[in-house]
T-cell receptor
Framework: DAGVTQSPTHLIKTRGQHVTLRCSPISGHKSVSWYQQVLGQGPQFIFQYYEKEERGRGNFPDRFSARQFPNYSSELNVNALLLGDSALYLC???????????FGPGTRLTVL | GENVEQHPSTLSVQEGDSAVIKCTYSDSASNYFPWYKQELGKRPQLIIDIRSNVGEKKDQRIAVTLNKTAKHFSLHITETQPEDSAVYFCAPIQEDSGGGADGLTFGKGTHLIIQP
């Protein structure tokens, strides 16, 4: 049984570019959340989606956006990349109504 | 929003000894208290959690205790082993009947080092 998967594993971009990160949740999980983890810090909540609708948003600028597809996979988009966007981006899925979030391996984004 | 603090930020113990990490939170409505372990370069993994109607929970060498009055909960690891070396995060949250609208608020983490 596959866990949460994310692609790509690593990504290098330059300032001003945009990036799209992808996440596939555990089969049967309809809720997907995105987190940003800067080196040496705990993950910070960006978005939560359930049934293709945004259900929660953290304190991130409008350059960050996301969406969820009918198969419950999700994309995180970041526009006008800044050096400070360099981080590990984690996706987590869970069954709606339960507490436990299962994390994917993350996408390591480096902005030069 | 929730303010979360973890102490200590780094903890070094001898193999076989016990380790205790404390998490203090601000939102009295929090009712779900998980601990995550993150090894270097890997994803966070849930190792133990507790709900507000329980004061203590144990799973083999790992236990979590909750003091709702004082708004803190602690992770206890006994008989520490080299594979316990990792960063540990607490992430208290209020879960409602709708599954919760907000994401987890993580502490800054505690780097646990097991000395051989």
């Amino acid at each position: 049984d596959a866990g949460v998967t994310q692609s790509p594993t690593h990504l290098i971009k330059t300032r001003g570019q945009h990036v799209t990160l992808r996440c596939s949740p555990i089969s049967g999980h309809k809720s997907v959340s995105w987190y940003q983890q800067v080196l040496g810090q705990g993950p910070q909540f960006i978005f939560q989606y359930y049934e293709k609708e945004e259900r929660g948003r953290g304190n991130f600028p409008d350059r960050f956006s996301a969406r969820q597809f009918p198969n419950y996979s999700s994309e995180l988009n970041v526009n006008a990349l800044l050096l400070g966007d360099s981080a590990l981006y984690l996706c987590a899925s869970r069954e709606w109504g339960t507490d436990t979030q299962y994390f994917g391996p993350g996408t390591r984004l480096t902005v030069l | 929003g929730e303010n979360v603090e973890q102490h200590p930020s780094t903890l070094s113990v001898q193999e076989g000894d016990s380790a205790v990490i404390k998490c203090t939170y601000s939102d009295s409505a929090s009712n779900y208290f998980p601990w995550y372990k993150q090894e270097l370069g890997k994803r966070p993994q849930l190792i133990i959690d507790i709900r507000s109607n329980v004061g203590e929970k144990k799973d083999q060498r790992i236990a979590v205790t909750l003091n709702k009055t004082a708004k803190h909960f602690s992770l206890h690891i006994t008989e520490t082993q080299p594979e316990d070396s990792a960063v540990y995060f607490c992430a208290p949250i209020q879960e409602d009947s709708g599954g919760g609208a907000d994401g987890l608020t993580f502490g800054k983490g505690t780097h646990l080092i097991i000395q051989p």
